[in-house]
């Protein structure tokens, strides 16, 4: 998986409750920069999600998978408001990348 997609499944996790919070339009920005985005590239990201446009990608390996599901917990967790419709998109989106139940919990804990 490309940053590109990578990014795009993060503005996909912020966008999913309606809003990017300002919290989240800023650690979109600096994922944006760290990981060499263009400014174009964000903005098509954004429009796409807030216009109902979501696409998620699903790595192809195990450490990917696991990648971005630490980067979502991170996105879900910025604004410190965990709305139930981000954690049915952080589920369906373990379930859709062969992440058990399990697995889940032992990411979430070794982020805390």
């Not at 998986?1 to 996790?13: A, I």
């Not at 429009?47 to 879900?76: C, H, W, Y």
């Not at 049915?88 to 070794?110: G, P, R």
Request: aromatic share 4%; with cysteine.
């Amino acid at each position: 998986m490309n940053r590109v997609e990578l990014f795009n499944n993060l503005v996909v996790m912020a966008a999913v409750d309606g809003e990017i919070s300002d919290e989240e339009a800023a650690y979109l920005a600096q994922r944006a920069v760290n990981w060499g985005i263009s400014e174009s590239e964000a903005t098509q990201a954004i429009k796409n999600a807030m216009g109902n446009q979501r696409d998620f990608s699903v790595p192809p390996t195990k450490e990917g998978r696991v990648e971005v599901l630490r980067e979502i917990i991170k996105m879900m967790a910025i604004d410190g408001k965990l709305e139930p419709v981000e954690k049915e998109l952080c589920a369906s989106a373990a379930v859709a990348m062969d992440i058990s139940q399990a697995e889940l919990k032992d990411v979430i804990a070794s982020m805390t």
